[in-house]
């Protein structure tokens, strides 16, 4: 039984420029448990998903498509039911280290809030709740009386993982948790979230640009680009051998100290996204794709299977149909 | 070696240029681009638009005024025909056909005073706000750059002109120096540059934390030029912005200082308009056109200084949309 | 603990502030040209002897070295001697003129600042966080024009509209001349007097205060912390009340702490305007008369009125904002 289950997810910005579209059409599940880690660069969407699923977005965007949260449809809620389920259902981590958190409130209270907006506890209680939760990420409980400048960026992201968790969601959406951290916080805060994932049994959406980070927190992963999935499977097929010659230029540009896969040249992405108002014909990664051809500038990909448990919308998948063209070799 | 446009262009360039052309012929290229551009940008803006309208059009009146008949000024030349169909014992006279907004208690057209007033009331508001922007300008841009010592005593002394109030301030200086229209302008243009000190300030010290600046000293130039090429020309917007809003507050404390009677008695403005028509009555016998003529006048001028200021302001801030 | 230092050193701060302007204020009357008891003999009429003239002026102090007259000047300010009277109210103690204009303006100013400050910043409020909507367009509107007139372009419009062609309210002054009316009918009769002007000076600055505390609202609301509100599921209402709001009081509140020296200026044209017997309305008879001591030391008031307004601002801003009492 799938804890978000999405289907051809299309979410459409209305700008004084016409619409963008930023999600054109995504689909995938995370089953309680299971921790699905949506990669991508800037601008590919991934932030628009998160937002979605809590329908945070202002009334003119349009969302279309399915979105069902434990069974239930988002996108049909009403307004009342909408707020119950916030957080309750699902709950975001931003990205804490900057201003996601009030500043002139306590950060006690501010956990406090959640659990009484959702009456799961009196004050007296969300206080002793609020302190719990503190412990439970690594922070003396004595602390909820602190307000946010006095506590560091680790700190304060450790605050977004308790508030995250204040109302025992079955869906936690992590949106770039660790990209403004330092790189000793971010493992720390890696680790605190997996040891939570695991000991609590969440189900996960960890949403990031660095790959790297996902490889070790995720069980699955899907590969965002121009709007659209472009790969996905699990987290060891899909990192180790990416079919996508995007996803293998992202694996490629975050090297891990040590590894021996990046001993050799190193690599990196020429040009820029595609502006989503002016995504390529055919396959919307061809311009800067290195082992493109003239199929690719024609047919539009979908995902097709490419090997066990994993595709791909790249016509060298396994699973793509044969084409002319003389196809580069596969890496 | 060429300078740097330090300005961020958003959008980029439309078309290639048609010819090679010198360094300095496509600085002034450039900036007429970017010049079009905000033009362009403002025009969208209908505040923007009506403030610049109202600006034009008692900008020509007071520009216009300089070519009038300046005889309409003098209570001494105000004939029997010059107030039909009233008579003396009659004054001040309603608005008519002969006097469209009537007459003041001497006799003179309302309108042609208003018309007069317009000249001197805008030449106040923009000479004090010169001289407002001008000084705080300097101490703003030399707190923020240099910082420290000079920073603490210049806003100190800022502050310290912040708590004392204004008017207070004027009735003293204005019962030292006397009443005349240069007076007016220096007092209120050295009460209000603190205010725009501040603002200048807070603005040069983020463009100082930009690296360009870092990397400008870095290479050995000398204060002067970071100040003149890379600060000036940044900093330039908000001054521009503020000085529009300045002329607005200006002309208020123009009037509420004529209002007091600390106006040039031999200068017409619309304050002093107002100043006369009061002290000589004109609330308790009704004459309302003299009153709310040169009123309506300066309401209407601050409005178009605030709208076209406030318009200034959101090119240059953009504020994020939400919902 | 953080509070009680931040708030010591504002204290002491405005105390160092008043010094600087009792200084100011010593030094700005010194500077007036022409020789005080020459004007005095000149205005009042009264002709006295070269030996009478330097007696005057050896009794009001002028003959002593600047130190000791700067010293006597403190020293008689902190007891609470303003000087006498010249012409406004001949003979009479400075201060015993401001025990009885004082308190008229004091509630004038005090009750429609306490008025046009809460209905502009909920106003604002809502028509911020309802941008562009039926209540933030008329609001704007209105408030644009208000901040556009001068407060006694308002009060002279309001005089016409009510009392000369309405009948409605009183002409001026403070209570009406005739009649000896006590308890309730007193209060009723100043409040009868009292309403105008108050009505002006409220309507003259909410308009100011609207626009400030809409901006500022604006600007908050692009923060993630709102976001995160929404996201917790929370009420709009209550996402405006906890966060947005008392973020962007702060910045309002620095700003219309800077404009209250602006409230006393309008004061003093609007107690003109409606001949109201307070400070403002001394201090222009004071002016027309060239009483200097009077005008010294409405001077005094009225800036020490805009240090404790300033310093109230401060205090208060510490409270909302925990980030400057935590201090460096």
Known sequence: ????????????????????????????????????????????????????????????????????????????????????????????????????????????????????????ASDRGAQVRAGELLEQVGLPSRRIDDYPHELSGGQKQRVMIAMALACSPSLVIADEPTTALDVMVQAQVLRLLRSLERDLGLAMLFITHDLSVLVEVSDRLAIMYAGKIIEEGSAKTVFTSPVHPYTKALAAAFPSIGDVRFRRKPAGLGGDPPDPQKIPSGCPFHPRCPVAWDDCAHIVPELWAAGEDRRASCLLAEGAPATSGTGASTG | MKTEELQEQPQPEPGPLPELRSPRQITWTRRRLALSRFWSRYRRSPMGVAGLVILLIFG??????????????????????????????????????????????????????????????????????????VIGSLVGIVAGFVGRFSDTVLMRMADFLLVIPWLALAIVLASIFGQNIWVVIGIIGFTSWPGAARLIRAQTLSVKEHLYVERSKALGAGSWYVISRHILPNVMPIILANAILVVAIAILSESALSFLGLGDPLRVTWGTIIEEAFSRGATSIGAWWWLLTPSFCIVTVVLGFTMVGYALDEIINPRIRER | MGTQRYVLGKIFQAFLTLFFILTFNFFLFRVIPGDPVALLTKTSGVELSGEQQQQLRDDLGLLDPLPTQYVGYIADTFRGDLGVSTFVEPGEQVSTVFFRDLPKTLVLVGT??????????????????????????????????????????????????FTKYLHLFPSGGYKSVTGNATGLAYIADVLNHLFLPWITLTLAYVGEYYLVMRSSLLDVMGEEYISLARAKGLRDKLVLRHHAARNALLPTVTLIALSFGFVLGGAITVELVFSYPGIGKLSFDALRKHDFPVLQGTFLVFSLAVLVANLIADVLYGYLDPRVRSSA
């Not at chain 1, 800037?42 to 498509?65: E, F, Q």
């Open chain 1, 1 to 120: 039984m799938s804890v978000l289950s999405i289907s051809d997810l299309a979410v459409t910005y209305a700008a004084k420029s016409g619409d963008v579209p930023a999600v054109r059409g995504v689909s995938f599940d995370i089953r309680k448990g299971e921790v699905l880690g949506l990669a991508g660069e800037s601008g590919c969407g991934k932030s628009t998903i998160a937002g979605a699923i809590l329908r945070l977005h202002s009334p003119s965007t349009k969302i279309d498509g399915t979105i069902l949260l434990d069974g239930e449809d988002v996108l049909a809620m009403k307004p009342g039911r909408l707020r119950a389920v916030r957080w309750t259902g699902a709950s975001i981590i931003f990205q804490g280290a900057l201003h996601a958190l009030n500043p002139v409130q306590r950060i006690g209270a501010q956990i406090n809030e959640a659990i009484t907006i959702h009456q799961m």
């Open chain 2, 60 to 133: 020509a009146t007071a520009i216009l005024s300089i070519f009038a008949d300046q005889s309409t000024l003098s209570k001494v030349a105000v004939t029997e025909a010059d107030i039909a169909p009233c008579t003396f014992r009659e004054l001040p006279c309603p608005p008519n056909a002969n006097n469209i907004l009537g007459t003041d208690a001497d006799g003179r057209s309302v309108f042609w005073l208003v018309v007069h007033g317009a000249r001197m009331s805008l030449l106040v508001g923009l000479v004090a706000s010169v001289i407002t922007m």
């Open chain 3, 112 to 161: 429609s600042t306490i008025a046009s400050v809460a209905l502009g910043l909920v106003l604002g409020a809502y028509g911020g966080w309802r941008r562009g909507r039926a209540l933030d367009l008329s609001a704007m509107s209105g408030s644009l024009i208000l901040y556009s007139m001068p407060e006694f372009v308002l009060g002279i419009l309001f005089l016409l509209l």
